[in-house]
């Protein structure tokens, strides 16, 4: 083929109408506001999230105090992880709570989602009991049950008290503040996840229970044998979010027990998290160390939510399609 009869197909091709052409632009210009509209969530995302995560990053390598540029000393914060025996304190607490809270969020919840799916006199107040930790102040609240278990002038005590039984230090020892702490972090944590297995329930096809009754089945059984295993992936998700809330513990222990000099208390609560602030924020500045500390935290959830994903394959049911 010759270049021209090459130019003389080309001169042949349909050039787009004008319409095409306004169309385009049309397109053009709503993609750029869309996209104009999504830069401050975008620039927000930059500067406090990926800017900050590179700059923790950074920073667990150097000596930093609370003034004065921080030092580069390399792994010496990361070694230090290894004989911190503080450290140790708040990883055992941390689990600790986890392990307490976590099944306790997920029975908790799992009998609000049953109780919700009956119709009974009072149902729309214990709906609204059931969501009242969601939307109160989380501090409002932790500070009531701090009242409740005083030593001196708490409800819990009081109560105690006027049945003939001694009163009980619950802040002074490692058992009590171990009830307090997970009792108040379960009521905190269950409201949400009550909705989602609530909404889960929901989405089960009534035909499977009606086949389950007749051929006899009975509410126990229905629900070992219907409801748990369809409602697994729910389960799932509420228990992996509650596991990674759960070990970012914080605001609850350090309300109830806040750092005081000499004070053996704040140790039975305190967690990685309050750890890292006592670190960075409280004591001498070290917010270097406090860094490599919150690094070892992001291990951590990160080992966690990797085992329970492997874990999701034996015991989540997603159906024939899943």
Request: overall charge positive; some cysteine; charged content about 10%.
């Amino acid at each position: 083929m010759t270049a021209t009869s090459t130019l003389r197909l080309n001169s042949a091709e349909p050039k787009p109408s004008r319409k095409t052409l306004r169309l385009g632009s049309l397109r053009w210009r709503q993609a750029s506001t869309g996209y104009l509209f999504l830069l401050p969530l975008f620039a927000g995302l930059l500067v406090f999230r990926f800017y900050a995560f590179g700059y923790n990053v950074w920073l667990s390598f150097t000596k930093a105090g609370a003034f004065g540029p921080p030092r580069f000393v390399g792994l010496d914060n990361y070694r230090r992880l290894l004989d911190d025996s503080q450290l140790v304190v708040a990883l055992y607490n941390t689990i600790k709570f986890a392990a307490i809270a976590v099944p306790g969020v997920v029975i908790v919840s799992l009998l609000c989602a049953l109780l919700m799916q009956y119709r009974f006199r009072g149902e729309t107040a214990f709906r609204a009991i059931v969501f009242l930790p969601a939307v109160c102040l989380p501090t409002a609240i932790i500070l009531v049950f701090g009242w409740m278990f005083q030593t001196q002038y708490g409800l819990v005590n009081a109560a105690m008290d006027a049945m003939g039984a001694s009163p009980v230090s619950w802040f002074g020892n490692e058992a009590g503040v171990t009830v307090v702490v997970s009792m108040i972090v379960v009521y905190l944590s269950f409201s949400v996840p009550a909705i989602i297995l609530y909404a889960g329930m929901q989405d089960i096809p009534s035909d499977v229970y009606e086949a389950a009754m007749l051929d006899g089945a009975g509410p126990a059984r229905r629900f070992f044998s219907i409801t748990l295993p369809l409602l697994t992936p729910s389960l799932f998700f509420v228990i992996l979010t509650t596991t990674i809330g759960i070990l970012k513990l914080f605001d609850t222990v350090y309300l109830l027990l806040p750092p005081v000099e000499h004070s053996v208390s704040t140790n039975y609560g305190m967690t990685l998290v309050y750890y890292y602030y006592y670190l960075a924020f409280y004591d001498t500045g070290q917010r270097g160390y406090a860094a490599a500390v919150s690094l070892f935290l992001l291990v951590l959830i990160l080992a966690v939510s990797i085992v329970l994903l492997r874990l999701q394959r034996r015991f989540v049911h997603y159906g024939e399609d899943g």
